[in-house]
């Protein structure tokens, strides 16, 4: 055991001298190759996500669309649980493995995420009647698409940690395109303000794209061995559950407070206020698809250059979402109002607090991308925890004093302040690394 140590040591010496085994050259155009992969895949799924909130946006109206909006935010809180559960501890501890332990990893992961998405739809189809009329009928027909929605972005995650970001952008692009003729058929079948039908055609197109994941990765998801799955993972898997749901639990109770406090129609217009910078708002929701399994190479082949990489993550987010922001301001309102519709016109009130809001969380995520490599769940769970109750509390206390635009207000000045937060813990992370570098992430 010394002695393999040792090895290791030597190992890292050589490729800080810049004297490793392989070209230095080479392993650059292998990050920029999967990470522009990724990034495209980020670009589909943003393109999707936009296409989704505009039709609906335009074809129901603010309040069908407010409906809309929290069955949207409470799916993400699911699908927070998946993630955690399932494929996040995928991607820190099986990203460049051999095929042969990703492959067994992949089978017993897509299955845990397909079990989340069978309990939770199941609550969602008991709790719809309820419920009752519009908001009943959305959680209903939610329930039915969940394990399907879950089961494609488990493939995006597990064509990530294999380095194939390619068969990701595939999948993702299938959805979309399955997407147009489920959408025009939910039109047609939608009746008044319903957005049941929407929700299914959203649904019908995820499950295209899960079925051809599973074609494309020659894995069965293997429900049986989800049990096993979170007992080996349980020391990552459970508390990076405690992070997502923060994140999706946070945006939800911010808009259930917010329709309660102002109105279904302000979450409308927050969600509009969003969608204008869906782009980044996509990339920062799926950015461990890319980024941490980046990290986790980067931390494997060079310790000393991870903090490095990931301030170039964050700032290059942030400076991106800022950019966007001030272009969005330029937008004449006559072509705002053909996009969104009658959601326009309150969402564009929005643009700037919005704007800051994205580009906090953006240098965040570089480091909670830092702590999710270094596997410090101890470090980034309370980061987390501290960010979502920011945002909570600037959310719906800015909508208590001020409305929709005290809200979002709110909301920016908390994502600001939890970014400062993430980056304080992973500069402790690394500070502990470095008087332990022995220490590694387990990947078995």
Request: hydrophobic letters at 55%; charged letters at 10%.
């Amino acid at each position: 055991m010394t002695s393999m140590a040792t090895g290791r040591e030597k190992a890292t010496a050589s490729a800080a001298r810049g004297g490793g085994t392989g070209p230095r050259p080479a392993a650059r155009r292998a990050i920029v190759g999967r990470l522009s992969w990724g990034l495209a895949d980020q670009a589909v799924c943003s393109m999707t996500n936009f296409a989704v909130g505009i039709h609906v946006a335009r074809s129901l109206g603010l309040t069908a669309f407010g409906v809309f909006s929290l069955a949207w935010v409470t799916y993400g809180v699911v699908l927070g649980v998946s993630r955690g559960l399932a494929t996040d501890p995928l991607v820190v501890r099986f990203s460049g493995v051999p095929e042969a332990a990703w492959r067994e990893a992949v089978a017993r992961s897509s299955g845990t995420a397909l079990g989340v998405g069978a309990v939770f739809g199941a609550v969602f189809l008991v709790v719809g009647p309820v419920l009752g009329g519009s908001v009943g009928a959305a959680f209903g027909c939610l329930g039915v698409v969940l394990p399907a929605l879950l089961l494609q972005d488990a493939w995006r995650y597990s064509f990530s940690a294999a380095g194939t970001g390619r068969k990701a952008f595939v999948n993702d692009l299938l959805a979309g395109l399955a997407l147009i003729p489920a959408m025009v058929v939910a039109a047609r079948l939608s009746t008044g303000d319903s957005v049941a039908a929407y929700v299914l055609a959203w649904g019908a197109a995820a499950a295209v794209a899960a079925g051809y994941g599973w074609f494309q990765s020659g894995v069965r998801p293997r429900l049986t061995g989800a049990r096993a799955w979170l007992r080996e993972h349980r020391d990552l898997g459970y508390r990076y559950l405690v992070e997502n749901v923060g994140v999706s639990g946070a945006s939800q109770l911010r808009a259930y407070g917010l329709g309660a406090i102002v109105g279904v129609g302000a979450v409308g217009v927050v969600r509009g206020a969003e969608l204008l910078l869906g782009p980044f708002l996509a990339v920062l929701m799926g950015l461990s698809l890319v980024t941490v399994a980046e990290a986790a190479r980067v931390l494997r082949r060079a310790p000393h250059r991870l903090g490095r990489f990931c301030l170039l993550l964050g700032g290059a987010q942030a400076a991106a979402a800022l950019l966007w922001g001030a272009a969005l301001l330029l937008v004449p309102d006559r072509v705002g109002a053909f996009v969104l519709g009658g959601v326009w016109s309150g969402a564009s009130d929005l643009i700037v607090p919005a704007t800051l809001g994205v580009a906090g969380a953006g240098l965040g995520t570089g480091a909670a991308a830092g702590l999710r490599a270094l596997g410090a769940a101890r470090r980034s769970m309370p980061a987390q925890l501290f960010a979502s109750a920011c945002y909570v509390i600037g959310g719906l206390g800015g909508a208590a004093l001020a409305g929709t635009s005290g809200s979002a207000w709110g909301v920016a000045t908390a994502t600001v302040c939890g970014s400062a937060v993430w980056w304080l813990h992973l500069r402790s992370a690394l500070r502990e690394r470095a008087l332990n570098p022995l220490s590694e992430v387990r990947t078995s």
